[in-house]
C-alpha cells in the first residue's frame, strides 16, 4: 500500500510538473487526484486484507479451488503497541463470510473503541459472481456518520475475455443515490497469456480524460522484470515510475527495486526497496522495507510470517482479482497458511515491534451461512427521497418485496432483485416496515423512512 500511494503522489507531480497551460493542467491534477484516490482506497481495503500482496498469486491460482477447501479464514485482528503505555492495544478486525460454495460474498470491517472498549463497525465489502465463478463486482460501503446507515460508497465492476482473463475494470462512485462512472483499466496480454499492458482513464466533469498505462516485462521464465508507468498528456508519454524484480536460482523473487523521476536530474532515481527471505519451506519468512535516502538503503519497517502445517490449497480465503495490480503477481507462492504477522518499526536504529495481526480459521463449512441473513442484506439510502436499493447474497433472487404501515396495514407488494434500484416515489413521507419474503418463508425485515 505504501507503494501505491508513492506511486500516486509521484503521478501527481508529474501532471503539475509537465509545463503544459498550469491553470488547465491543475484543475486536470485536481480532477484526478479526487477519481484516483477513490482507485487508491479501494485498493488499500483490497490488498490490506490478508497481506494479499505476499499472498495474491496463490490467490489467482486458487480463485475456484474454494469449494474443495475443507477449512477458511473466518477473521484477523490487528493489534497495536502504544509506544508511550507499551501496552498492546486492538486496532482492527475483519470478519469473513462465505457461501455454500465456498467463495467468500462479504467481509465486515471494524475498528476498536477505545472509549467503549468494544468493536464498532464501519465498512463493508460485498462481492458478486458469475457462473464461472469469476468475480464482476466489488462494492465498499461505509457507515454514514450523520445517519449511522451502512451506505455504498465506490463499486468495481470486471468483464472477461474469451480466455477467463480480465478486460475491463471500471471504478463507480455512489453520488445522489445513483452510480457514477469514474475511470477504467482495460487489460492487454500477449500471445502466452501475460499481462503486457493495462490502460487507465479518468473522465472528469468536462469529458476530457486523464490517462496513464503500465507496461511489464517478463524473463523468459514467465517472470516480470519490470514494471513502468508513463503519464500520456496528448500524443506525449512521460515515464515517471518503474519497478524492477530480481529473482535467486529457484526463481523465487528476492527483492524488488521501486525508481521514480527526479525533477532536479530528470532521470529515474531510486525510492524503495523491498528484500524478501524464506525460511526452509520455502515460504516468505520477512519482509524488509526500506528507502533510499541518497547514499543508501534505509530500514523502515519488516513484517515476519508464522505459518501452520496446513496446505494453502485446503483453505479458503476472500477471492480477489487483480483490480489493481498492473503486473502478474510478483510475490512469492505460498505452501503453508498464515497464522500471523508480525510489523517492526526501525526505530533509532532498533527494531520496536510495533503491531500484530493474528488470523483465525475453522474447519466448519457452514459458519457464517446459516442464521445471518440479516447481516447479507443491505439497504441504501434510509431515509430514501424516490428510490431505494437492496442488495443480498444469498441463493435466493428475485425476492417479494412488503412495505407496510406502522399500524401494520400492507401497502405494497413487488417482485425486486439484488442491487436493482426500486421507485417507491407513491408513498407518502414517513416511516414504514418492510420485508423481503422468498416465497417460503420471511428471510428479512426492517424498517424504511423516507423523506
Known sequence: MRKFTFLLALFFTVLISSGKNPTTLQKRVETAKEKYSRVSQQRALLTNHLKSELQWNVFMKNTLKSAAATMKLDSTVAQILNLDTEIWENDLKEVFFYNTEMRSILWKDFEWDFEDKKWELYAETETEYNNQGQIISITFLEIDENSGEMMPDSKMEATYNEDGKIDVLKNFSYEDDSWMLEAEQKYHYNASGLLIQVDMQSVDEDEEMTKIKFINTYNASGQIEQLSMYFIDDEDEL?????????????????????????????????????????????????????????????????????????????????????????????????????????????????????????????DPSLNIEGIEENLVSLYPNPFTETVTLRWKNSYEPLKLEIYLVTGSRILEKQINSGIPVSLAGIDNGIYFFKLNNGKKTVYSGKLVKK
Open 239 to 363: 515515464l515517471f515510475y518503474q519497478t524492477n524484480y530480481a529473482y535467486d536460482g529457484n526463481g523465487r523473487l528476492i527483492e524488488s527495486v521501486d525508481w521514480g523521476l527526479s525533477f532536479t536530474s530528470f532521470m529515474l532515481e531510486r525510492n524503495a526497496q523491498t528484500v524478501y527471505q524464506y525460511n526452509t519451506s520455502g515460504d516468505v519468512s520477512i519482509e524488509i522495507y526500506s528507502e533510499w535516502d541518497g547514499t543508501g538503503w534505509v530500514e523502515d519497517y519488516k513484517d515476519e510470517f508464522s505459518y501452520s502445517n496446513t496446505n494453502f490449497s485446503e483453505v479458503a480465503f476472500p477471492s480477489f482479482i487483480p483490480m489493481f495490480h498492473m503486473g502478474v503477481s510478483t510475490n512469492p507462492s505460498l505452501n503453508k497458511v498464515i497464522t500471523m504477522v508480525k510489523t517492526s518499526l526501525m526505530i533509532e536504529g532498533i527494531w520496536i515491534h510495533s503491531e500484530t495481526t493474528t488470523f483465525h480459521y475453522s474447519d
